[in-house]
């Protein structure tokens, strides 16, 4: 029998800063279902916030409130911020470089909605791909890759440990503690700029256990995406890109945004995703970014990734204009926990980082948050269940399984059946007829013989649309074009 101390589900910032903060003394998995890199945290280009001081905690609050809609839990929004300079200097003890200017200082940036520049970003426009280098080599446990878990064992109100397929062979495993870090619900959607491995599985496993999902109407979408490539996973451009001066214009040079928010381009996100999508819509004119306000080498050196990844597609940047499209890009909603990430009602069953409904995005994220809330509530999560120091008992029968029936035949078809559905009837601008119509569907393909882990993503979209819908008024990421309600 295999039983660890800890059971940790993802190694993205959640899942690594969790175990960075575990004692090696303890008998912890860490485990993933890919290559560790295959994961959001990886492909997060701007950086993260940090409050710069004392003085702009009540400011970056007042912030993400705003950029939320003011339906975020203050209380929670509030640790955030205070934790912020704590965490930062933590991870720079222990190694974490971020970029500074030639005395050492650390150099911040400003995206939208940000009323000051608190950012710090590593390798320029590679923050995440530095962080998740560094939490990998700063991680002391055991990380299994190739680990697929499909299945939580919880009985009675308590969690016992996760069935997984690992490298094609399934197990079962227990564990004293399970830490859900399993990011966000990307794959659910056609345009995304996710990782492929973010796909809403364990979400879905909490919906059929009766474990609530909060806040499921709020995805956010981002405004500068390049989607016209044939990988599933689409091009972000940083709004750290608009925070230090880059435009959005039409075909014939217009900067149209200002006609629907006197802040333009540092409108908060679902501002200008839904500004864009509107334009486009009315004019069918095509949307771009122009940097071509950057100095070349100025550009070059503060977003190299991006200058490398477009130049490989034939963009000439900063010169060229790239053609944008808003894509979806954060679940601000998730598996509901409180500021512990305890999992209301199931013992030993925690919730961190993006999978996770904390209350800090409210109904629209502010920029650069997350990483952030990653690092945070991971360590708050952790030190709760040190200081509880909770243990299975006997443990009871699990023994229903799905061995070779992850996927079937059919899932591939339903699977792309339901990224087109998610995309035009639940992405940016909904109508209650539209919800309809993908709830429908979405009844059906759960009623064909489909694998376990479509019908997972299929309770995760459920979730979503049913939110959507019993959420009549527009708020925040929530846009809905009619309120009729007597379909
Ligand atoms: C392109 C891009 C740019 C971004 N830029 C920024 C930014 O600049 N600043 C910022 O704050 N945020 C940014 N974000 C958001 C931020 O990166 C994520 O919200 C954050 O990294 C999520 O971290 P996480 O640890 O919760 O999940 P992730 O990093 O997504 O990790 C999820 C982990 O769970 C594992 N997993 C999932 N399902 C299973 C399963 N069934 N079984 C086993 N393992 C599973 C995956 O393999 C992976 O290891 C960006 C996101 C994207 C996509």
């Given at each position: 029998?295999?039983?660890?101390?800890?059971?940790?589900?993802?190694?993205?910032?959640?899942?690594?800063?969790?175990?960075?903060?575990?004692?090696?003394?303890?008998?912890?998995?860490?485990?993933?279902?890919?290559?560790?890199?295959?994961?959001?945290?990886?492909?997060?280009?701007?950086?993260?916030?940090?409050?710069?001081?004392?003085?702009?905690?009540?400011?970056?609050?007042?912030?993400?409130?705003?950029?939320?809609?003011?339906?975020?839990?203050?209380?929670?929004?509030?640790?955030l911020?205070?934790?912020?300079?704590?965490?930062?200097?933590?991870?720079?003890?222990?190694?974490?470089?971020?970029?500074?200017?030639?005395?050492?200082?650390?150099?911040y940036?400003?995206?939208?909605?940000?009323?000051?520049?608190?950012?710090?970003?590593?390798?320029?426009?590679?923050?995440?791909r530095?962080?998740?280098?560094?939490?990998?080599t700063?991680?002391?446990?055991?990380?299994?890759?190739?680990?697929?878990?499909?299945?939580?064992?919880i009985?009675n109100?308590?969690?016992?440990?996760?069935?997984?397929?690992?490298?094609?062979?399934?197990?079962?495993?227990?564990?004293?503690?399970?830490?859900?870090?399993?990011?966000?619900?990307?794959?659910?959607?056609?345009?995304?700029?996710?990782?492929?491995?973010?796909?809403?599985?364990?979400?879905?496993?909490?919906?059929?256990?009766?474990?609530?999902?909060?806040?499921?109407?709020?995805?956010?979408?981002?405004?500068?995406?390049?989607v016209?490539?044939?990988?599933?996973?689409?091009?972000?451009?940083?709004?750290?890109?608009?925070?230090?001066?880059?435009?959005?214009?039409?075909?014939?040079?217009?900067?149209?945004?200002?006609?629907?928010?006197?802040?333009?381009?540092?409108?908060?996100?679902?501002?200008?995703?839904?500004?864009?999508f509107?334009?486009?819509?009315k004019?069918?004119?095509?949307?771009?970014?122009?940097?071509s306000?950057?100095?070349?080498?100025?550009?070059?050196?503060?977003?190299?990734?991006?200058?490398?990844?477009f130049?490989?597609?034939?963009?000439?940047?900063?010169?060229?204009?790239?053609?944008?499209?808003?894509?979806?890009?954060?679940?601000?909603?998730?598996?509901?926990?409180?500021?512990?990430?305890?999992?209301?009602?199931?013992?030993?069953?925690?919730?961190?980082?993006?999978?996770?409904?904390?209350?800090?995005?409210?109904?629209?994220?502010?920029?650069?948050?997350?990483?952030l809330?990653?690092?945070?509530?991971?360590?708050?999560?952790?030190?709760?269940?040190?200081?509880?120091?909770?243990?299975?008992?006997?443990?009871?029968?699990?023994?229903?399984?799905?061995?070779?029936?992850?996927?079937?035949?059919?899932d591939?078809?339903?699977?792309?059946?339901?990224?087109?559905?998610?995309?035009?009837?639940?992405g940016?601008?909904?109508?209650?007829?539209?919800?309809?119509?993908?709830?429908?569907?979405?009844?059906?393909?759960?009623?064909?013989?489909?694998?376990?882990?479509?019908?997972?993503r299929?309770?995760?979209?459920?979730?979503?649309?049913?939110?959507?819908?019993?959420?009549?008024?527009?708020?925040?990421?929530?846009?809905?074009?009619?309120?009729?309600?007597?379909?």
């Amino acid at each position: 029998m295999q039983k660890y101390d800890v059971i940790i589900i993802g190694a993205g910032i959640a899942g690594l800063y969790a175990a960075m903060n575990i004692p090696k003394s303890k008998k912890v998995l860490v485990l993933c279902k890919d290559i560790p890199w295959e994961c959001n945290t990886f492909y997060a280009q701007g950086g993260m916030v940090s409050a710069l001081d004392n003085n702009d905690i009540s400011l970056h609050v007042e912030d993400t409130l705003n950029a939320g809609a003011h339906h975020n839990l203050e209380r929670v929004v509030q640790i955030l911020s205070e934790t912020s300079i704590e965490i930062t200097a933590d991870i720079i003890k222990k190694g974490m470089q971020f970029d500074t200017d030639s005395k050492g200082n650390l150099l911040y940036t400003k995206e939208a909605a940000h009323s000051t520049a608190r950012i710090i970003h590593a390798g320029g426009d590679a923050t995440g791909r530095y962080l998740h280098h560094f939490m990998m080599t700063q991680n002391p446990h055991l990380l299994e890759q190739n680990m697929l878990v499909y299945d939580l064992l919880i009985e009675n109100g308590r969690c016992y440990g996760i069935k997984a397929m690992s490298s094609y062979n399934p197990v079962t495993i227990y564990a004293d503690n399970v830490i859900i870090a399993s990011g966000g619900v990307g794959s659910l959607y056609e345009y995304n700029t996710n990782s492929r491995t973010v796909s809403a599985d364990i979400h879905g496993i909490c919906a059929e256990k009766g474990i609530a999902l909060k806040d499921m109407e709020f995805m956010q979408f981002h405004p500068t995406v390049f989607v016209k490539t044939p990988f599933a996973r689409k091009l972000l451009l940083t709004e750290a890109l608009r925070g230090e001066g880059a435009h959005i214009v039409d075909e014939d040079g217009k900067r149209f945004l200002f006609d629907y928010d006197n802040r333009g381009e540092l409108a908060s996100r679902d501002i200008v995703s839904r500004s864009i999508f509107e334009y486009k819509r009315k004019t069918e004119k095509e949307v771009y970014l122009d940097c071509s306000m950057f100095k070349p080498k100025v550009f070059h050196a503060r977003f190299p990734n991006i200058t490398h990844t477009f130049s490989s597609l034939g963009f000439n940047l900063p010169h060229d204009r790239v053609p944008i499209s808003p894509a979806f890009h954060y679940a601000n909603g998730g598996i509901a926990c409180n500021s512990h990430g305890i999992v209301p009602g199931i013992e030993g069953l925690y919730v961190v980082g993006e999978a996770a409904r904390t209350g800090v995005h409210g109904a629209n994220r502010l920029a650069s948050n997350s990483l952030l809330e990653g690092a945070v509530f991971a360590k708050r999560a952790v030190e709760h269940m040190l200081g509880l120091d909770s243990h299975i008992g006997k443990i009871p029968k699990f023994d229903k399984d799905y061995d070779n029936i992850l996927h079937k035949d059919n899932d591939k078809k339903y699977k792309r059946r339901l990224r087109k559905i998610m995309w035009e009837e639940v992405g940016i601008v909904r109508t209650t007829q539209g919800l309809h119509h993908a709830r429908n569907l979405i009844y059906d393909m759960k009623n064909h013989e489909i694998g376990r882990l479509l019908q997972l993503r299929l309770n995760t979209a459920s979730a979503i649309v049913d939110a959507a819908l019993a959420r009549k008024e527009s708020l925040g990421t929530h846009y809905i074009e009619d309120d009729d309600q007597d379909i």
